[in-house]
């Protein structure tokens, strides 16, 4: 898909969808790749196709996954400084490539990614996650906010301080075994999170 992708199935670069369109259509275990530029939208993109796997850092003319570049090829998910930027309600969902940008929460958790699922599965790889900004008080994850997840795996991941937040760029709250912010994470490495039997 490209920024300016309007075909409804965006079967090649020839003739690409839009990120809206593609969440939409999207059917178990599809696989999107993203071009460079900035993709926003009038509200949240939400994923609620399970297995769905995001791969950015395309220029517009690969054949294999191995041909991206998400160092220079960079892909912008922007929340316009108006809302949300990814919320996911699927299981076994695969972020990568990605820079998660310019979200704004004024009423719950999570700028930048918010997961709410019970028991369900994230991989996030190679993202940047920055300039995400919770307004309110007690608003917990501006990067990100996993609520009762099932194992979060995080890795390459870059996450420096996000502005107006008081309480952590990342959030973890996978109840009720596990409750901690993650202030200024930087690169990881590797970062898995599993909840744990009662």
Same mark, same amino acid.
Request: some cysteine; proline content about 4%.
């Given at each position: ?9 965006? !079967? ?9 369109? &593609?969440? &939409? ?6 696989? $999107? ?17 399970? +297995?769905?796997? $995001?791969?950015?850092?395309?220029? +517009? ?11 220079? #090829?960079?892909?912008?998910? %922007?929340? *316009?400084? &108006? ?8 299981? %076994? ?18 700028? +930048?990614?918010?997961? /709410? #699922? ?7 790889? #190679? ?13 917990? *994850? ?5 609520? /009762? ?6 890795? #390459?991941?870059?996450? !420096? ?6 309480? +952590? ?13 993650? !202030? *200024?994470?930087? %690169?990881? *490495? ?9």
């Amino acid at each position: 898909m490209t920024t300016d992708g309007t075909d409804p199935t965006g !079967p090649s670069w020839a003739q690409p969808t839009s990120l809206t369109n &593609a969440l &939409a259509i999207a059917t178990t275990s599809n696989v $999107i790749w993203m071009a460079e530029g900035t993709y926003t939208n009038a509200s949240t993109f939400s994923i609620s196709t399970n +297995g769905l796997q $995001i791969y950015g850092g395309f220029d +517009g003319t690969e054949t294999l996954l191995s041909e991206r570049d998400w160092a220079n #090829n960079g892909v912008l998910l %922007d929340g *316009g400084a &108006a809302h949300r930027v990814v919320d996911i309600q699927a299981n %076994d969902v695969l972020l990568d490539g990605l820079i998660i940008t310019n979200g704004l929460e004024s009423v719950s958790h999570g700028a +930048g990614v918010r997961m /709410n #699922n019970s028991g369900q599965n994230l991989t996030m790889l #190679n993202c940047n996650v920055v300039g995400n900004t919770i307004a309110l008080n007690f608003g917990y *994850g501006c990067g990100a906010y996993f609520y /009762n997840a099932g194992t979060v795996l995080l890795s #390459n991941l870059c996450v !420096p301080g996000q502005p107006g937040h008081l309480t +952590g760029e990342w959030r973890w709250f996978l109840q009720p075994w596990h409750d901690a912010d993650a !202030p *200024g994470l930087r %690169d990881p *490495g590797e970062l898995r999170l599993r909840r744990r039997s009662a």
